[in-house]
């Protein structure tokens, strides 16, 4: 349920938060200027969830796309995102808090029971 404590409609509140995923969007195409051979890649290579835990919150991070590039994109039910290539590290995208996800690659995040992947 969503509470407003000032006078804002919820058309004014749902135009802001669209306007701060835009925003969010815009700094992952900038982000995701990773070379990476991209071929072979797809959805199946990565994980669908992780869990990261942000100054004792914990955060679970869903797949949301995988772009040309090899960069995945992470979002959490809570507007937050992270980016991840096949063999690079993790990174929140906009919040510059880190978490227990930072700089890890997915066997990293895998062997520490963060990344939840499909059954094959």
């Known amino acids: 349920m969503i509470t407003l404590s000032s006078p804002e409609t919820g058309l004014d509140w749902l135009r802001q938060r669209l306007t701060s995923i835009g925003a ?8 995701s200027a ?5 071929e072979d890649l797809s ?6 969830l992780i869990y990261c835990e ?18 995945a994109v992470y ?9 991840i290539t096949i063999d690079g590290a993790a990174r ?11 700089n ?6 895998r062997t520490s029971g963060q990344a939840y992947d499909l059954s094959k």
């Not at 990773?34 to 991209?38: A, D, G, R, S, Y």
């Not at 100054?55 to 040309?68: E, I, P, T």
């Not at 979002?75 to 980016?83: D, F, T």
């Open 24 to 31: 969010a969007s815009c700094s992952l195409a900038v982000l």
């Open 34 to 38: 990773t070379p990476v051979f991209t």
């Open 43 to 48: 959805f199946k290579d990565f994980p669908y």
């Open 54 to 71: 942000v100054q004792g919150v914990d955060h679970a991070f869903y797949f949301s796309r995988l772009d040309a590039n090899g960069v």
């Open 75 to 83: 979002l959490s039910p809570g507007r937050q995102a992270g980016i």
């Open 92 to 102: 929140r995208v906009g919040d510059g808090q880190s978490g227990t996800c930072a």
């Open 104 to 109: 890890k690659t997915l066997d990293d995040l």
